[in-house]
Structures are given as C-alpha cells and as structure tokens.
C-alpha cells in the first residue's frame, strides 16, 4: 500500500511539473508572438499612442497582448456585448504599462465591462462607524481582481492620448500597486533601499500636489491624486504615458521613478507616428 501511494506522489509531482513546464512554454510562445495585421490594425486604430513607439516595444507590445488576452476573460455587463476592438484596446492599454519590464498582472483573471460609467457601493470608516454610500465610477480595480471599466470612458480615455487621462491605465496602475501586496502607492521594489526612496519621492510630491490642489492651481498631474498615495500613483501613471514632458519639467523624480519602474522613457516617443 505504501510503495502505491508513493507511486502515486511520484506520478502526480511528474504530471505538475509537465503542467507548470507547458504553462511556461504557452506564455514564451505567446510573447514571442505577433498580432496579426487585422489585430495590429485594430490597436493603432484604437489606442493612437501606440503609433508613437519604437518598433522594439511595439513588438514587444504585441507579445504581452497576446498573453494577456489568453489569459483574462471580458465579461460585458448591463447588456453589452463585448468586441474584438474593446478586447484588443483594453489589453494594448493596460500592456503597455508591462511591455518592457518583468511586471505581471498575475492575479488578474477578468475584466469587466460596462457601456458608461457605472454605480459601486462605497464603505468608509469612522471609528466603530461604517457607512455606505452609492457613487458613480468609471473605472474600478479590485485587489486580485477584477478590473471593472466603463467602455465609453476606456475609449474616449485611448482616443485623446495627450490629455493625462486615462482610466485604464489609471486602474491598471492600481493592480502593479497590488503586486506589493498593498495598495499604498508603492509597488513591488527589489530592495528596502528602493521601497524608502520611493517613499520619500512620492511623499514630497504628493504633498506638493496637494497644496497645489487646495490652492486651487492647475497641476500637471490629476487632482484625485490629492486622495491618497495610491490614487497619486495611479494618476502619476496617466501623465507619464500621456503627458510626459509635462511630467518630466514639473516632477522630474516622479518622472525618473516611473521611467525606471516601468522600463519606458515616454519623453522620447513625442516625434514617433507623427
């Protein structure tokens, strides 16, 4: 009886290893693929940064939204049927935020999506006090997922590429903030040393932003980010993908944090695809 159980144990520790060594190879292949020209002509349609690019990232690009879309299903809500061109613009947005790093979104397994800006139930603490409250969202990101979007926002947000708004990547920032563990504005960092740099960098900036805000001036970065750190982040991202040169003159920590964190140097993208 012993000598079958530990047959068994031997058999079964082979099969998962074969699993996980063939969930390995599917994810290289897919990275090491390109769109077809179909799907390639969908994304520069739908998501206009994406024509400013190097060709390497482009290619690099391409093998993350392959990845991606074999790995989170799209789930339409209130009626909405869900599109190759929502499904394709979606992914392209939210890879390029891991096109050229060793980032993940390794929780995620679902995106859903909403036709227009859609209600959540809010809970806020006050002591032994928790009160609810119904506001309206365009965009939600869950710990582990899910990513909820609002459609109209997610396209409107990937059409004008020169505006620092952008819900997706808004929402995708908040899942590599995830990754950490936390949703505290500071993603996963190799060392202690980076984490406290990090920290102070995005502190000082975000109480700059914020005195900004209360005095009622305009800020390159959005003023939600007055919120919190994660919400500093996640708009953070927004303006170094859409309006980097802003972002590089006005927070040039912030700006160089991101460049290194994401792998990306948006700055130089400015004369490409026009």
């Avoid at 050229?100 to 995620?108: F, G, I, R, S, T």
């Avoid at 947000?157 to 990547?169: L, Q």
């Avoid at 460049?259 to 990306?264: I, N, P, R, S």
Wanted: charged fraction near 25%; include cysteine; proline fraction near 4%.
């Amino acid at each position: 009886m012993a000598y079958v159980v530990l047959v068994l144990a031997v058999a079964g520790g082979l099969w998962l290893a074969w699993r996980v060594r063939q969930r390995r190879q599917r994810q290289a292949d897919l990275l090491a693929s390109p769109l077809s020209q179909a799907e390639r002509e969908i994304v520069v349609r739908e998501v206009p940064l994406v024509r400013r690019l190097p060709e390497a990232l482009q290619a690099r690009l391409e093998g993350r939204i392959n990845r991606f879309l074999d790995q989170v299903d799209f789930v339409g809500c209130n009626g909405l049927e869900v599109t190759e061109e929502m499904r394709l613009s979606i992914a392209a947005q939210a890879c390029l935020l891991i096109a050229n790093n060793d980032l993940w979104y390794d929780n995620l397994t679902s995106v859903l999506i909403y036709p227009g800006a859609f209600k959540s139930r809010q809970a806020r603490r006050s002591g032994y006090v928790v009160t609810e409250r119904e506001v309206v969202r365009s965009g939600e990101s869950w710990m582990r997922g899910p990513v909820i979007l609002s459609w109209a926002h997610a396209h409107l947000g990937a059409a004008n590429d020169h505006d620092g708004h952008n819900v997706v990547f808004h929402e995708f920032a908040h899942q590599l903030d995830d990754l950490s563990g936390r949703t505290d504005g500071v993603p996963a960092l190799d060392t202690a040393e980076d984490v406290m740099a990090w920290r102070r960098t995005f502190a000082a900036a975000q109480e700059r932003h914020a005195r900004a805000v209360g005095a009622g001036q305009r800020t390159v970065i959005d003023a939600y980010g007055a919120e919190g750190p994660q919400e500093f982040f996640a708009v953070a991202v927004e303006a170094f993908l859409e309006t980097p040169g802003a972002l590089k003159r006005a927070e040039p920590e912030v700006y160089a944090r991101l460049a290194e964190l994401l792998g990306l140097e948006p700055v130089e993208w400015a004369a490409q695809g026009r």
